[in-house]
């Protein structure tokens, strides 16, 4: 008789090893599969995902040395500190990063087993449906299927190539690739200028390499309120990036010395790139091949994405649910994970709510950027008659002291009620004050509540007080 459970979760990314916690936390008998091995040693499957294997946790580690790498080489001496000069060993960073990604890995097997959730070690796949429930198949080492009463699928996204331009993580690298570059590349090549793009490129930059990156769009983080945009194209190139709107990518070759990356340029001029390597960072796509949805009746849309009830993550199939990249929504770790929790509440027959307009974006560019809620541009566009109110870090006593003033904090609050409807941040630490604004617009405050919180001085949180002021024509320090 195959092992029965009442949740199977297929995927052991943020959002399925949360989804699966949270099931047993409830009290349901829960397996989770994970198929990849990343690069564990010993090939065993690892839980973590994109996210801690190929994707935030090593990437934010990169970040964070190469960061220090920087303050030292370049802003040590503002402090009045001498340094001679300084090398890195880039050999000891990426083994600092595996560390790090091995330490979380083995964390959430520690957290399988405190919480009694049993691993598949395997590819998932539906088999179909009996009245005992679904019956999913694990092609592992061993071969073994499994029933349930429940499923929910996690199963991320993979990194989305271009036609014509191989990658072999060698030469031309998608993310995984450009987390272990085994030597600093003279010059480096990245095709997309969004998160992985700005985020892995100033790793990089910052270490030595000369960083260009090529753009299809005519405008630069176009996702992002153009306002914060239009600093962070001024001060990332200021920093060195090298940045190209609005270009065609053609042919892309490798040869001894590298990749040459042939392009139109915005002016529809034809141009080359030519470079030690080059990373390819055009966007995600969800992984749903070899699933067998259709054993089980189920179809993806036209972009390859799951179709869910917004509100439930249920899909077509009753007892079938999809949570995280492999959904509609923003690929962001922490929106898997309060899909992953929300579902297995919504089994146990609760009655979870999450807000999409309040999840939080970070980049973790130097400064960071960070919004949650509305851009102005979304504002004009609904017709919404909205206050802005900005404010600088310059004016900001702390991050003066920390040598920290670039950039600001923008509120956009409704003219008529005041509430806020965005809040957008490039500054440093802006990933942690981020989160104010989150539980802000969670709690549905106006501009006015935030003004009238008392903040700690000196600290950059000020920023965000007196921006909710600006609003309101009276910012104090200005
Ligand atoms: P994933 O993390 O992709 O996990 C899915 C897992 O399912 C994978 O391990 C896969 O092997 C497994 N799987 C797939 N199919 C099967 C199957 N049939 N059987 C068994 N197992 C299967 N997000 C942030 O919020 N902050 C960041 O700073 C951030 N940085 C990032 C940096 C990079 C370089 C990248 C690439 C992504 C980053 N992200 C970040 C995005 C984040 O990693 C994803 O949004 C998140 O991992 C999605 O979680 P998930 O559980 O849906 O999928
Ligand atoms: P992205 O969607 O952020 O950016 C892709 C960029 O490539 C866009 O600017 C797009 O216009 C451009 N592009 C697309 N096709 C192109 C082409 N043919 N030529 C030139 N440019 C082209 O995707 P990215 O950077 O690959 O990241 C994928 C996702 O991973 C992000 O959207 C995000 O959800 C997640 N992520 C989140 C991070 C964070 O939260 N800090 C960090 C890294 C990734």
């Known amino acids: 008789m195959s092992k029965s459970f009442d949740v199977v979760v297929i995927g052991g990314g943020p959002g399925g090893y949360i989804a699966a916690i949270r099931a047993a936390q409830l009290g349901f008998k829960v397996a989770c599969a994970e198929s990849h091995s990343y690069d564990d040693p010993k090939g065993e499957p690892r839980l973590g995902g994109t996210c801690l294997n190929v994707g935030c946790i090593p990437s934010k580690a990169l970040l964070a040395s190469s960061e220090e790498f920087e303050k030292i080489g370049h802003h040590a001496a503002d402090h009045g500190i001498k340094v001679g000069p300084i090398s890195i060993d880039s ?11 091995t330490k979380m890995t083995g964390g959430i097997q520690y957290l399988f087993r405190k919480n009694k959730i049993t691993l598949l070690k395997g590819h998932a796949s539906f088999e179909g449906k009996t009245t005992e429930g679904f019956q999913v198949k694990i092609d592992g080492k061993d071969q073994e299927t499994v029933t349930a009463k429940n499923v929910i699928i996690a199963t991320g996204s993979k990194a989305r190539h271009l036609p014509g331009i191989p990658v072999d993580n060698v030469l031309i690298c998608d993310n995984e690739g450009a987390l272990k570059f085994d030597s600093t590349p003279k010059t480096l090549g990245v095709i997309g200028a969004g998160v992985i793009g700005l985020e892995l490129g100033s790793v990089w930059r910052r270490i030595g390499s000369k960083v260009t990156i090529l753009e299809a769009m005519p405008s630069f983080l176009g996702a992002c309120d153009q306002g914060i945009a239009k600093e962070a194209q001024k001060l990332l190139s200021k920093q060195g990036l090298l940045i190209n709107t609005g270009v065609k990518i053609g042919e892309v070759k490798t040869d001894k010395k590298g990749v040459v ?18 990373i390819v960072s055009v966007g995600r796509i969800p992984n749903t091949e070899n699933l067998c949805l259709d054993k089980i009746g189920l179809t993806v849309d036209e972009r390859g994405f799951i179709p869910i009830d917004d509100h439930t993550c249920s899909t077509a199939v009753p007892g079938v649910y999809a949570v995280g990249d492999v959904v509609r929504g923003p690929m962001l770790a922490h929106k898997a994970e309060d899909e992953g929790v929300l579902v297995a509440e919504i089994i146990a027959g609760q009655k979870p709510h999450i807000d999409y307009n309040c999840i939080p974006w970070v980049i973790y560019t130097d400064p960071e950027i960070a919004w949650v809620g509305k851009t102005e541009e979304q504002l004009i566009a609904a017709g919404i008659a909205y206050k802005p109110g900005q404010f600088p870090f310059a004016a900001n006593g702390r991050a003066l002291g920390m040598g920290r003033s670039d950039g600001f904090i923008k509120i956009l609050a409704d003219a008529k009620t005041d509430e806020i409807l965005g809040v957008h941040i490039i500054g440093a630490n802006a990933s942690d004050l ?11 405050a106006a501009a006015e509540d935030i003004a009238r919180i008392c903040h700690p001085h000196p600290s950059l949180s000020e920023v ?15």
């Open 91 to 101: 050999q000891k960073m990426l083994a600092r990063k595996d560390d790090i990604v």
């Open 464 to 478: 965000m007080r007196e921006a909710a002021l600006a609003t309101d024509s009276r910012a104090l320090n200005m």
């Open 261 to 278: 990356v042939h392009y139109t340029d915005s002016a529809g001029k034809a141009a080359k790139l030519e470079c030690d390597r080059l």
């Open 434 to 444: 981020i989160a104010e604004a989150a539980v802000a617009m969670e709690f549905k």
